[in-house]
């Protein structure tokens, strides 16, 4: 199988620019933003048509994350992130023991709950992130994280990230 590439330098621009927009100083970030936008919620279209797909819980802390979590339960668990930094989301198969495995466009073996899913998130914007894509460096400082990834960026910022490959 065809490696994907992690990032184009425009959509690595753009991602730090989305960054820079709601941490404001990379070197002190604020996370006030995930506070305006939980009062907001500006993505209860899409949660209303994944509620068509599945069935749907609200499953959002911002006391330790930066984006709207979802637990999608239908034949099997998946979670869907999406961030309060800009229009970037995280698919997963939740695995009988927990285990998470990361699912994107394009992947092989999807179901048809799954290509639903890709389809509302992609016609509202979003975009699906690749393991490999959560895995590269993010430009921005977050206290208690000493390699700070894309994943902690824009969806969890206390978090560890580890490639699960």
Known sequence: MKKRATWSWQARRELSQYIQ??????????????AVA?????????VNDLAGVASI????DINCDVCFSYILESQRLHLVRLSMVGPYATFARVGKSGSVEFIFPNKPGLSEIESS???LLEKRGFRILS?????ADADLALPDIQNVKVYNALFSPEEEF???K
């Open 38 to 46: 939980l009062r907001c919620h500006p993505y209860q279209d899409l």
């Open 162 to 164: 580890f490639l699960t």
């Open 57 to 60: 819980q609200d499953d959002t």
């Open 117 to 119: 899913v890709i389809r």
């Open 131 to 135: 393991e490999e894509q959560l895995a």
């Open 21 to 34: 927009n709601a941490y404001g100083e990379k070197d002190a970030p604020r996370r006030s933003f995930a």
